[in-house]
């Protein structure tokens, strides 16, 4: 990779559940997990599903130290951690970085209570994994050069946003949010400002909203018009509903891409370089 490059590797772009079949191999059915390079760091956004086989491509690279931030901790956002091979080999250090539930419940605390019996026979993780706590607001330099800005979401339970921004270079996390119709809110165009790429929570089409108030989620149509607002460059539909097929979300991305040529939807394995 070109050094002065920041790209980003979408390895789960589904929300709410991982989902398989015929109808789902061309975007993909593994839930939230996007990787962010910036040079040679490599930095992990959520353990959704996907999760699992970005940590078997950091190993084969041989990455030795890797940072994973985690937008809230709900189930399609976490279900991959425990499969997560890094966390198990003590050659990796990794640090685990949470902010939604601050002040109610620590990174060390939301993981250990995940990655334990019942819910998951084993309990042990390297000594190398390091749990790192922030306050959604808060600006961190995870690694040198590398800026990430937190926001708070509107989402049950709290989610963050986060905006990475490196070498000139920006990119924008918005997921999971859920907007008020005809409300663009001033925190989401700040995180958005100027990006050269968005990646937005586009569960529903506009006409669906009506039907899902409350679930914590946005539409496409919205956040484009946030995006032209911000003055974004691109613009990644993502966390794809469970139900919505390979030629619906093909048909959605038309759609956009004739309000917003910048506009597409994310699919698991595709790298967008910047």
Partial sequence: MNNDRLQVRFWGVRGSI????????????????????????????????????????????????VDLFFSHCHYDHIIGLPFFDPIY????????????????????????????????PLHAFSTT?????????????????????????????????????????SVALVYDVEHNPGVYDPILLELMKGADLVVYDCT?????????????HSSWQHGIKLAQMA????????????SRTDQQLAEMERSAKLVFPGAFAAYEGQIVEI
């Avoid at 995870?142 to 990475?164: C, D, E, Q, W």
């Fill in 18 to 65: 991982p989902v398989s079949g015929p109808d789902f191999s061309r975007y993909g059915g593994n839930t939230a997990c996007i990787e962010i390079r910036c040079g040679d760091d490599r930095i992990l956004f959520d353990a959704g599903s996907g999760l699992r086989e970005a940590g078997l491509a950091l190993a084969a690279d041989g990455v030795s130290d």
């Fill in 89 to 120: 080999r003590p050659s990796v250090k990794t640090n685990i970085w949470s902010g939604h539930l601050r002040g109610k419940m620590s990174t060390r605390q939301m993981v250990e209570q995940f990655i334990s019996p019942p819910w998951f």
């Fill in 129 to 169: 994994v390091n749990f790192r706590d922030f306050s959604p607001g808060q600006m961190l330099t995870p690694r040198k050069g590398i800026t990430i800005r937190t926001f708070m979401l509107n989402h049950p339970g709290g989610a963050v946003g986060y905006r990475i921004e490196w070498k000139s270079k």
């Fill in 204 to 216: 529903y089409n506009e006409d669906e909203m009506q039907h899902f108030r409350g679930f914590g």
């Fill in 231 to 242: 003055r974004a460059r691109r613009f990644a539909m993502f966390h794809h509903a469970p």
